[in-house]
Structure formats: C-alpha cells, structure tokens
C-alpha cells in the first residue's frame, strides 16, 4: 500500500465522529421552531406596514395630497423666479449710471406748482428715487391765515401743508 | 444517524426522488421539505464540521443553511441536482462564516463513533510494527488529523473534506464548487502532499 493510499485512508477515518444518533430529529424540530418564529416576524412586520399605509390613506387622500404637492411646487417655482427677477434688476449697473447721470425729470418749477410728483431722496450723493404719487390739491388750495398786524408771519392751514416732512421744496432738487 | 464506515455514497441515482420532493415542497408540502432535510442533514453535517471544526458552528450554519434553502427553494428550477444545489450552499456559506471567523477560533469536535475500533486502518496505526510500540489513542488521533486539516487553506480543506472524508468524485466537486476539474485535482495534490507532511509519523 502507498504512503498516498495509507494517508488517505487515515484521513478517512474522521468519518467516525459523528453529533449523534439523536442529532437529525433534534435538528428538524429546532428548524421547524426557527421556521415558525421567521413566520411570526414576517406576518408581524406585513401587518404593521398595512396599518401604516391604511392610517395614511385614511387621513389623506392621494388626490387632495397630490394637488397640495403640487401646488407647493408651482409656489416655489414662482418664488424662485421672482427673486432671480429682482436680483437681475438691483445688479443693472448701466440703468444706475444712466439713473445717476440724468437730468431732473422735473422741470424746475415753482414747488407749488407741482402738482403730480413728489420727490424724495433716499441717500445723499448716491441717488434719487423718483416716485409718482399723484397729490391731493393740497397745495393748489392753499389758504393764507393773516395773523393780524403782522404781515410777515403767514400761516399756512394744515391742508396746505406736505404729507410728510420728509418732502423737501423743488429748488433744492437743483443742488 | 449512520455511521460512516464506508465511503458515503452519492445520491446520484436517489436524483427522482429528490425531484419527486423537491416538487411537492414546491407546491407548499412542508413534509416533502423535511424529508430532504432528514436525508442531507448527515451529509452536510459531515462537510460543515470538517471544514469548521466545531460542533456548535456546525449546528448553527446547517440551520442557516436549510433556512436559505427553503426561501430559495421556489427559485430552484432543477437545471442541476437538488444535491448539488444544496452542497453549493452549504460550501459557500461555510466558506463565508470561515472567513468572518478568522483564524483564531475554539475547537469544538465530535465524539468518535465506537466503530473505529474495529476500522483496520484505525488498527493498523494504534498497534506495534515490527520495530517499535506505538500507542496511539482516539483523542490523540483525532487531534493529529484535526490540526493538520486545520493547517490547511479553506480551499484545499474544503476539497479534502469532499474528495477523501465524504467520498465525492472530481466532477461532482467541480459542478459543487464551480471549478474545473482540473483545478480540483491540482488543489487535492497539494493538500495531500502537506497532510503528508504533517501526519508522516503515521502514515510510515
């Protein structure tokens, strides 16, 4: 016999050791108590999942939830646009230059002869904000208080006087 | 349990049958189910352990194993044999835990069945040749052929394990493993050319 048929014939011998005679049945009733418990967990798992997705169909319905998804998204969109607009607007450096460099829209005119448009000064040097607002007749309807002997005092009613007093007199838009 | 004296034969001609119980599990008879773990159990049980060497692992992954099996079993379409579909799971996942495991793991080993007394080659080696006495009992072989097939690489344990312990020819172990034969051969070459090395007081 050679060394090879004696070696494996050696090896062989690592058949005897067996788990048992008992082992297989052992074996089979805890296959099927592992069986049972994956069953348990598995259905466990389904029916929590299925009462989940039946709460939320319950509370919302797909078309109500869609619609609001969607008009959450057309709400965006149109945020999103708008503020690229008005950055696109404040970032114009040309319209400023031709802002600052442009000459009084306003003819000079006496201030009481303004009757359409008010100007208002944001910042000094930097520029002028025009804004149009239309006036009342106030200062078409002025009405001189005379305070008796002294002429130089003339009183002005309050119906005459400016909106506000941040407006300033037309001749010091010539400056 | 049987005990294993002689080389384990394949279920090659047990493969209608396998087909017979692989169906009705099919179908939903968890019976046809338990019958094909009563059968391969043994078998597998005997690959596990001495690729593992540890009874409690052993135990453990054939659970694993026949779990997968069952979850799988609807996918099986019978284009190889129940047998060596389930080998190639049982490999695989051993193959897996051993590498997970690492080198350094406890032995855990069988009790030997009463019969090797009586195994000529167990006999051969335990009594006196013409020049020297040799005492060699149970336990100190069994530890000898456990660390030597413990040295080896899971690759060449694996097929050693199939080839000379549980009796599987070259091409069924290349179906099982997914090699050529070729391979295999060359794989069980070098590992009995090591065995050889590490058991040659015995083997002289």
New interface residues.
């Given amino acids: 016999m050679s ?2 048929d ?19 049945e052992d ?2 009733t ?2 099927h108590q ?2 049972r418990a ?1 069953l348990l967990r598995q259905s466990a798992r389904s029916l929590l999942w299925e009462r989940v997705t039946t709460y939320w169909e319950n509370l919302v319905s797909p078309k109500w939830t869609a619609a609001a998804v969607t008009a959450c998204v057309a709400v965006v969109a149109a945020w999103g646009t708008m503020q690229f607009t008005n950055s696109g607007n404040l970032g114009n450096g040309f319209a400023n230059e031709m802002l600052a460099s442009a000459e009084p829209i306003l003819p000079s005119q006496p201030a009481l002869a303004v009757e359409s448009e008010l100007i208002r000064e944001v910042e000094q040097g930097r520029q002028l904000e025009i804004e149009g607002i239309l006036l009342s007749r106030h200062f078409e309807s002025e009405e001189v208080q005379s305070f008796g002997d002294n002429d130089s005092i003339v009183g002005v009613t309050s119906a005459a006087m400016p909106i506000s007093a941040e407006l300033l007199p037309l001749n010091s838009f010539n400056r | 349990m049987e005990t294993a004296i002689a080389p384990e034969s394949t279920p090659s001609t047990s493969s209608g049958e396998d087909r017979i119980l692989v169906e009705r599990a099919q179908a939903g008879d968890t019976r046809a189910f338990d019958d094909l773990v009563r059968k391969y159990t043994p078998k597998l049980y005997g690959l596990v352990y001495n690729m593992t060497s540890n009874r409690d692992d052993t135990a453990d992954l054939l659970q694993e194993i026949f779990a997968k099996a069952y979850r799988a079993l609807k996918r099986f379409q019978g284009k190889s044999s129940f047998y060596t579909w389930i080998y190639s799971i049982s490999v695989n996942m051993t193959l897996n835990f051993l590498k997970k495991r690492g080198r350094y793991s406890k032995v855990s080993m069988d009790d030997v069945d009463s019969g090797i007394l009586n195994d000529p080659t167990f006999i051969e080696i335990t009594t006196a040749n013409r020049d020297t006495v040799r005492e060699v009992n149970i336990n100190e072989l069994q530890k000898r052929l456990n660390d030597a097939l413990m040295k080896l690489s899971e690759d060449h344990r694996t097929v050693v394990t199939m080839y000379d312990i549980q009796g599987l020819q070259h091409n069924e172990i290349a179906k099982i493993l997914g090699v050529s034969e070729g391979t295999v051969r060359s794989r069980l070459f070098y590992a009995h050319r090591l065995l050889q090395s590490y058991l040659e007081d015995l083997v002289k």
Avoid at chain 1, 12 to 19: A, D, M, N, W
């Fill in positions: 060394e090879f004696k070696l494996q014939r050696l090896i062989q011998l690592k058949r005897y050791e067996t788990p048992g005679e008992d082992f297989v074996f089979l805890r296959f592992r069986q994956e």
